[in-house]
């Protein structure tokens, strides 16, 4: 692994880890009327895109942290629909 792919991942994990915050908090508060479905729908379609990039390109880190982004953001388009009904 060479400097490219560490600042690649290091990178990644950060925007990965931006949005557990807000999944513990709406998974303790239920709330979820401030947040857009929108946006967070299109967030994660750019993720699986970003996915599918590092896939074709063979690239580790963005394959890597991408995925663990999608199952993040996944959960949270997850929560915004279930907890609106509420």
């Keep these: 692994m060479n400097f490219t792919d560490i600042m690649g991942l290091f990178a990644g994990f950060?925007?990965?880890v931006s949005v557990i915050p807000q999944i513990i908090k709406v998974w303790k508060t239920k709330k979820v009327k401030q947040i857009?479905?929108?946006?967070?729908?299109?967030?994660?379609?750019?993720?699986?895109?970003?996915?599918?990039?590092?896939?074709?390109?063979?690239?580790f880190p963005i394959i890597i942290t991408n995925s663990i982004s999608l199952f993040?953001?996944?959960?949270?388009?997850?929560?915004?629909?279930?907890?609106?009904?509420?």
Aim: hydrophobic share 55%.
């Design 36 to 59: 857009s479905l929108l946006t967070f729908s299109v967030l994660t379609f750019g993720i699986a895109i970003w996915v599918v990039y590092g896939i074709l390109k063979n690239d």
């Design 14 to 16: 950060c925007v990965t």
């Design 72 to 86: 993040l953001n996944l959960i949270m388009v997850y929560f915004i629909i279930y907890y609106e009904k509420e």
